[in-house]
């Protein structure tokens, strides 16, 4: 059984660590996310969410205001930042201390939320492949980032699904670009395999199967199957149905040593780590 292993990210020279896995909340500010009761569009709606996060015991907020789903319609960086600049002010009228990452593809809108909103890490979905800036920008901002495995982009992706081994050849594209990130001074990298991303339902419960693999690349790992289509696909149900079935797949990956959940529902994964934590910790300590 895998053990956690504390990790640590510099947050503007400040030293974090973290002794135990991680709840990441998702904050939509879309009106088309895939999942229809995470999406926050008036100040009121959004200040709830916060605020309820908050009462579960969020550790990190992800913000988000391009829908990723395939077949949601485009948005303009003016657009994405307009959203992203509502969001990040109630949030921080609300907690100005708790760490934030931005969930975007885009270069421009990185730097924009890192350097006037007060975000501290950033998660690109594409992996540097949407915009060529990517990796020049994170490396100037000097701030975490979150590196996720994706082919194609979110119309297109589910053309790309052909992989002799999934697992193997997603750790082989993560690992390059952490090499590539290390290069030009980003040591600060979290992996994230691109659950429901350019794979199909078999490849993503292949690719949770071997979960412990990706402890190969040496950097905390972030899982998100919160409600996606690996689950209510095989399921035969909804997102809307799906808390159930998240909670197993994020006992799963947190056995596994997933440093963080990414989640729509806070409460059921801060549950879920304190569980097979406390579980599993109690274990580790009675076979030394």
């Known amino acids: ?47 709830l969410r916060i605020n309820t996060m908050i009462s579960q015991g969020v550790d990190l907020i992800d913000i988000g205001a391009y829908s990723s789903r395939p077949g949601a319609k485009d948005v303009s960086p003016d657009e994405e930042c307009r959203r992203l600049e509502m969001g990040m002010r109630i949030l921080r009228d609300i907690d100005p201390s708790i760490l934030v990452s931005v969930d975007t593809f885009r270069a421009t809108v990185a730097r924009e939320a890192v350097t006037n909103m007060g975000v501290n890490i950033i998660n690109d979905i594409s992996g540097g492949d949407l915009d060529s800036k990517m990796f020049e920008t994170v490396a100037d901002l000097n701030v975490p980032y979150i590196v996720m495995h994706m082919r194609g982009n979110p119309s297109n992706m589910n053309q790309f699904t052909q992989y002799n081994d999934v697992t193997a050849e997603v750790i082989h594209a993560l690992s390059e670009k952490v090499n590539i990130l290390a290069l030009m001074g980003v040591c600060d990298v979290i992996i994230d395999p691109g659950f429901g991303f350019s794979k199909t339902t078999k490849q993503n419960y292949e690719m949770m199967r071997n979960i412990e693999v990706f402890h190969a690349l040496e950097r905390p790992l972030l899982v998100g199957i919160s409600r996606k289509s690996m689950i209510y696909n095989l399921l035969d149900t909804t997102p809307q149905e799906s808390l159930n079935a998240t909670s197993v797949l994020n006992t799963i990956a947190t056995m596994g040593g997933a440093s963080i959940l990414r989640v729509h529902d806070v409460k059921e994964a801060v549950e879920t780590i304190k569980i097979t934590t406390t579980t599993f910790n109690q274990y580790n300590s009675t076979q030394q």
């Open 1 to 47: 059984m895998w053990k956690f292993r504390p990790f640590s990210l510099n947050i503007k020279g400040d030293l974090r660590v973290f002794d135990r896995p991680q709840v990441m909340g998702i904050l939509n500010i879309t009106p088309d996310s895939f999942y229809a009761q995470s999406r926050s569009t008036t100040e009121c709606d959004i200040a």
